[in-house]
């Protein structure tokens, strides 16, 4: 049982670099999200999808991106890397029949440190 | 607004001990809750969630919470704890409709 995979684990940018979170589930699931975890914080929202080809942001979009071409893919690009994007990033799905009735299933992160 | 507060950053207990985590939230219409445990390096799993009916729930792990409207909280609760159970612990609350709005977090210690 694979759940939310992401790719990598951890990774040291430069300022101003570019970079792509990659997450991809295997559970058919139409929602997914991206959120960003800082030292002593909850998670916060970065931005989500409720399908292929639909994406909407959420609490904190600014100097990401992201794009869901297919169901299981949904990757987060840093365009400008900032020492503010320093953070644990967090990729979830949730299943097709509500997400609030659903459980999100989490990946395990990926750790940016931002030098 | 709506808003999650967890005030207890670090709780210590013994192992065997009972366990109260406290989460008070703020929302205009009946919340939907939820309580997640994050071990270290990993990412978040849930340990259970309310969204009507019986105001005792259940979870997995041996947890439980219990809402309550009339305090705005939602505690979770566990009889006796074991050492495993060191972690952090995170309340959240749905917001919208494809959203939930999460707490800063409670850091379990687990002595023996």
């Known amino acids: 049982n694979a759940g939310v995979t992401q790719t990598p684990k951890f990774r040291i940018l430069k300022i101003g670099q570019s970079m792509t979170l990659q997450c991809t589930q295997d559970m058919n699931h139409n929602y997914m999200y991206w959120y960003r975890q800082d030292p002593g914080m909850g998670l916060k929202l970065i931005y989500y999808s409720v399908g292929a080809g639909i994406t909407d942001k959420g609490e904190v979009p600014n100097g990401y991106n992201v794009s869901r071409s297919t169901t299981e893919d949904f990757p987060l690009r840093l365009e400008l890397a900032a020492p503010s994007q320093t953070s644990v990033y967090f990729c979830?799905?949730?299943?097709?029949?509500?997400?609030?009735?659903?459980?999100?299933?989490f990946g395990d992160g990926t750790r940016l440190s931002i030098l | 607004a709506q808003s999650v507060t967890q005030p207890d950053i670090h709780i210590t207990v013994s192992e065997g001990a009972s366990l109260e985590l406290r989460c008070n939230y703020s929302y205009g219409a009946t919340p939907y809750l939820f309580w997640y445990v994050q071990s270290p390096g990993q990412g978040l799993q849930l340990l259970l969630k309310?969204?009507?009916?019986?105001?005792l729930v259940q979870g997995i792990k041996g947890f439980e919470a219990e809402f309550k409207r009339s305090q705005s909280s939602f505690n979770l609760r566990k009889p006796s704890v074991h050492w495993s159970d060191a972690a952090e612990y995170f309340c959240a609350v749905g917001r919208g409709a494809n959203n939930l709005f999460f707490g800063t977090g409670t850091r379990l210690t687990v002595i023996p």
């Open positions: 979830a799905s949730s299943s097709k029949q509500g997400a609030l009735n659903q459980p999100q299933h």
């Open positions: 309310y969204f009507s009916g019986d105001t």
